[in-house]
């Protein structure tokens, strides 16, 4: 069973960087396909980044592409997120997600299944 917990997240200035990552404890998270999402206030749900199960594959939203990585380390279970350039436009609360299908540019809500609790990303201008 995937169970999804990211840390990380707080609160940085424009410009600045952080780093968020997610641990699955069920320690499972190798079989799957990664995402990380985001939501504003009052927005939907957004894509962010995805990677394949190996790692050798990524895929990133046009917003932060250039200046976000994702990553992955299946020997410790986490997929990470690093995020540099930080704009307020990127505060949210950002989710790690786990899903059973293959691909890459897997961009929907719907094409996951196992989602974690989220961290709040805040960026002060």
């Known amino acids: 069973q995937v169970q999804l917990v990211e840390s990380g997240g707080g609160l940085v200035q424009a410009g600045g960087s952080l780093r968020l990552s997610c641990l699955d404890s069920?320690?499972?998270?190798?079989?799957?396909?990664a995402g990380w999402f985001r939501q504003a206030p009052g927005k939907e749900r957004e894509f962010v980044a995805d990677?394949?199960?190996?790692?050798?594959?990524?895929y990133y939203s046009d917003s932060v592409k250039g200046r976000f990585t994702i990553s992955r380390d299946n020997t410790k279970n986490t997929v990470d997120l690093q995020m540099n350039s930080l704009k307020p436009d990127d505060t949210a609360v950002y989710y790690c997600s786990a899903a059973r299908n293959v691909g890459l540019g897997l961009i929907r809500v719907n094409d996951y299944d196992y989602w974690g609790q989220g961290t709040q990303v805040t960026v002060s201008a």
């Open positions: 069920g320690r499972t998270f190798r079989s799957y396909h």
């Open positions: 990677i394949t199960r190996s790692g050798v594959r990524t």
